[in-house]
């Protein structure tokens, strides 16, 4: 299991966005947002990840989500990008989510934004969903939230 310094280090190699992709997403946030929930609701199994929470929790997840990532973009720094990640883990599993739904949920952003951006631009953000979905055990060990 990696550290919370090791996993920082392991961030600071994500390669910096563009400022022109970061427009691009930050002009289709809501197009994101609506493609990602779409695809997370229309999971049968959508409520196992979710517990027993209403659909409104997830949904306002994603757009904190979303938020988040084009402020990471734009303003790179790995301990806020680590120190968050692990936050949401501890909170959402608190709330009854699943660590799965973390595992889903990346494969979902990342399909939303190969949907909705250019094909230059996805390339430059799916890095950062690669990578988390790379270290979702990682986040969830260190989040002791299994």
Same mark, same amino acid.
């Given at each position: 299991m990696k550290t919370p310094?090791?996993?920082?280090?392991?961030?600071?190699?994500?390669?910096?966005? &563009?400022?022109?992709?970061?427009?691009? +997403?930050?002009?289709?946030?809501?197009?994101?947002?609506?493609?990602?929930?779409?695809?997370?609701?229309?999971?049968?199994?959508?409520? &196992?990840?979710?517990?027993?929470?209403?659909?409104?929790?997830?949904?306002?997840?994603?757009?904190?989500?979303?938020?988040f990532m084009e402020s990471i973009m734009r303003n790179f720094n790995p301990e806020v990008f680590i120190n968050t990640i692990l936050w949401v883990y501890r909170a959402y599993s608190k709330h009854g989510f699943d660590p799965k739904y973390w595992e889903v949920a990346f494969n979902k952003y990342d399909e939303a934004v190969k949907d909705i951006l250019e094909k230059d631009a996805y390339?430059?953000? &799916?890095? +950062? +969903?690669?990578?988390?979905?790379?270290?979702h055990r990682n986040f969830v060990a260190l989040s002791c939230v299994d």
């Open positions: 310094e090791d996993l920082i280090k392991s961030a600071e190699q994500l390669k910096q966005i &563009s400022e022109e992709t970061v427009n691009a +997403y930050a002009q289709k946030q809501k197009q994101i947002i609506a493609r990602t929930n779409d695809l997370l609701l229309n999971l049968e199994n959508i409520h &196992s990840l979710t517990g027993e929470n209403d659909e409104s929790k997830m949904i306002i997840n994603h757009t904190n989500h979303v938020r390339a430059e953000i &799916s890095g +950062y +969903y690669s990578w988390l979905r790379k270290n």
